[in-house]
Nanobody, 123 residues
Framework: QVQLRESGGGSVQPGGSLRLSCTAS??????MGWFRQVPGAEREGIGI????????YYADSVKGRFIISRDNAKGTLYLQMNSLEPEDTAMYYC??????????????????WGQGTQFTVSS
């Protein structure tokens, strides 16, 4: 069974930058995404990318500030976060929808999840 593991969480001041990584236990084909969740709220899809190539897609809440990329050789998904705001504070998850190129920001459409990494934006 494929496993995903996020890393890179921590604390950053407003306006700062941070990069999260997501490493898969084996090569993945399909759709990968980044999600975030705050207590009491649903898990929010913030960006997806197809493993077959093409540009990433972003939620309006992060468009222009966050960048998703993927290193196929390393099997790693990245989330570069810039111009961070306190509202970006959340638990961040990477996810995969295996063997399916599917445009969706809904958590229910992704079947493989990492354990999450906490990220806080605070002065």
């Amino acid at each position: 069974q494929v496993q995903l593991r996020e890393s890179g969480g921590g604390s950053v001041q407003p306006g700062g930058s941070l990069r999260l990584s997501c490493t898969a236990s084996e090569y993945i084909t399909g759709t990968m995404g980044w999600f975030r969740q705050v207590p009491g709220a649903e898990r929010e899809g913030i960006g997806i990318i197809y493993t077959t190539g093409g540009r990433p897609y972003y939620a309006d809440s992060v468009k222009g500030r966050f960048i998703i990329s993927r290193d196929n050789a390393k099997g790693t998904l990245y989330l570069q976060m810039n111009s961070l705001e306190p509202e970006d504070t959340a638990m961040y998850y990477c996810a995969a929808r295996l063997r399916s190129t599917f445009y969706s920001f809904s958590a229910s459409d992704f079947g493989v999840w990492g354990q999450g990494t906490q990220f806080t934006v605070s002065s």
